[in-house]
């Protein structure tokens, strides 16, 4: 039998997104903090979703092993797999944040509904209207200007190299894109504690791989280090992640999308004031290209979800 945590009300599920979407902005920021202290990418990744999955295992074992159990294989697997992207997906962002901005970072994020729009017309057969091909073409012009201005300057990070921080922001950009659409298809007939779980399991297995392919370390970092990543688990994987995917059943997933934007906004707005990341004239019109696009394509969603008559 399917059981779920109890239907929040409306105000509920405000005051649910508003600190979802404030906790999740500080994870870039709590990133930027581990690896200045040395932190791997890879161990950052590990200790996130790690967390998130100890987090919910207390109440998996307590009540939702059956539910575990007799989910649809399909559902499972799907589950599983969404998990893995997720975990490939924060690895990667985190990598990111050794070479390039905060700000270059989050401008790169914003695009996941651009590329989720890409792969329901390549993937999925979906049919986009003109506002969201206008958008697309718009954001990708955003997202080249960034690149142009951003590969060929300097690197946040000593040693950094900021071509290579593009490329994985876009590749995290888009994992996440697939797994958001596994997750729409799953969320709506899976209860929120085992499927999140299962995300968190499967990450954090993937994060495993990742560390030893990478052989990144484990035990050696100074304590300021791992206490940064502790934050970054508790704000953006337990209280804006696990949040967000909470309320995702009882919000539509167009709402989700646009509100969840204000994320690596609020992220670059933390970057400026705390790290003093100030972007170049060329990066900072390119955001604004690429936000514009980004918010034509959300707006060409609305209108294509839209009844009509």
């Not at 059981?3 to 994870?27: E, K, N, R």
């Not at 030893?212 to 050696?220: C, E, F, K, Q």
């Amino acid at each position: 039998m399917r059981t779920d945590l109890a239907s929040p009300s409306t105000a509920q599920l405000a005051l649910l997104m508003v600190i979802s979407t404030l906790a999740w902005s500080f994870g870039p920021i709590c990133t930027r903090f581990a690896l200045q202290y040395n932190v791997e990418p890879e161990f950052i990744g590990f200790g996130r979703v790690f967390v998130g999955m100890l987090v919910f295992t207390p109440f998996v074992w307590q009540k939702y092993r059956p539910e575990i159990r007799q989910m649809p294989s399909r559902a499972r697997l799907l589950a599983i797999a969404s998990g893995a992207l997720f975990g490939f997906n924060i690895t990667l962002n985190a990598a990111s944040l050794e070479h390039i901005s905060v700000i270059i970072g989050q401008a790169f994020i914003v695009t996941i509904p651009v590329w989720v729009a890409i792969m329901e017309v390549t993937v999925l057969k979906a049919h986009l209207n003109r506002m969201m091909w206008f958008g697309v073409a718009l954001a990708l012009s955003g997202g080249i200007a960034i690149s142009l201005a951003t590969t060929g300057g300097p690197a946040v990070m000593e040693g950094g190299i900021p071509a290579l921080g593009v490329l994985f922001a876009l590749i995290s950009a888009c994992a996440a894109s697939v797994y958001i659409i596994i997750g729409r298809s799953v969320r709506g007939s899976v209860a929120f504690v085992p499927y999140i779980w299962l995300i968190y399991a499967s990450g954090s297995v993937v994060c495993v791989l990742m560390l030893v392919i990478g052989r990144a370390t484990v035990l050696s970092y100074d304590p300021p280090g791992y206490l940064w990543v502790l934050l970054l688990a508790i704000l953006a994987q337990v209280f804006g992640h696990g949040v967000l995917n909470f309320v995702l059943k009882f919000i539509s997933p167009t709402t989700i999308t646009v509100v969840s934007q204000a994320v690596p906004i609020l992220s670059a707005v933390w970057a400026l004031l705390i790290l003093l990341e100030v972007p170049t004239m060329l990066q900072a019109v390119g955001s604004a290209i690429l936000i514009t696009g980004v918010g034509a394509v959300l707006h060409g969603q609305n209108r294509l979800k839209r009844p009509k008559g």
